[in-house]
């Protein structure tokens, strides 16, 4: 399973645009690079997904430069709501006997 | 439509007592999981089911945790004797189809074994 590297967090002003970025060097072949968002005492909530290039919807964008070896998720114009922690995962989405592993994920911090 | 819901939201009970957590999937998913959170550590994966069937349980700790999902419907986790390693939040998610990455998480059953 690719192991994926994030910061542990970051700090962000209300209306700016936050860039969090992940490592995952030993991605194979057939992983996606997936996003999870979550909120103090809730679950994981998906985000986003994407294979290459770049994936928008009405949430956020990723970016996957050509060797797929890091990925940047991309929040547009941050509020205080966004404040959560984010988590990068890898993994093959018809591989049904492999579990979805997460990371320490980056908590982002929204202040006004 | 309705999430994934998890019963009770918060549970406390004395080392060496059990516990069962119950876990509704959204309707029609065929795939469950399983997954827990202990003090500052990690989300980890528990166990999957498929329907009734147990996919992948290579993540359970020790036979002191069970699983069941009756006719491929909600599910259950006891605990059972509870010991204080056990204390953390336990997460239950489901997706439709093979569909792995894309998991919906119920808002977890918080755990505290004293």
């Known amino acids: 399973l690719a192991k994926t590297t994030q910061p542990i967090s970051m700090d962000s002003y209300e209306g700016q645009e936050v860039n969090i970025t992940c490592s995952h060097n030993n991605i194979a072949t057939n992983d996606y690079i997936t996003w999870y968002q979550q909120f103090p005492s809730q679950g994981p909530r998906f985000i986003i997904q994407?294979?290459?290039t770049k994936v928008t919807n009405e949430v956020a964008s990723l970016f996957i430069p050509a060797d797929r070896k890091s990925s940047t998720l991309s929040l547009p114009r941050v509020s205080l709501s966004d404040t959560a922690v984010y988590y990068c995962l890898v993994g093959a989405p018809n591989s049904g006997n492999t579990p979805l592993v997460f990371g320490k994920g980056t908590r982002l911090s929204v202040i006004a | 439509e309705a999430g994934v819901t998890q019963f009770p939201s918060h549970s406390v009970i004395e080392k060496g007592q059990t516990v069962t957590l119950r876990c509704d999937p959204i309707?029609?998913?065929?795939?469950l999981y399983w997954y827990r959170r202990v003090m500052g550590k990690e989300i980890k994966f528990l166990l999957h089911?498929?329907?009734?069937?147990?996919?992948?349980e290579s993540g359970m700790p020790n036979n002191r945790f069970l699983a069941e999902r009756t006719g491929g419907t909600y599910s259950t986790l006891k605990v059972q004797p509870a010991e204080l390693e056990d204390s953390g939040v336990y997460f239950c998610?489901?997706?439709?189809?093979?569909?792995?990455?894309?998991?919906?998480f119920g808002p977890g059953t918080r755990l505290t074994v004293l």
């Open positions: 089911f498929v329907k009734e069937s147990k996919q992948d």
């Open positions: 309707s029609g998913h065929d795939n």
């Open positions: 998610a489901s997706s439709p189809g093979e569909l792995r990455n894309e998991q919906f």
């Open positions: 994407g294979y290459k």
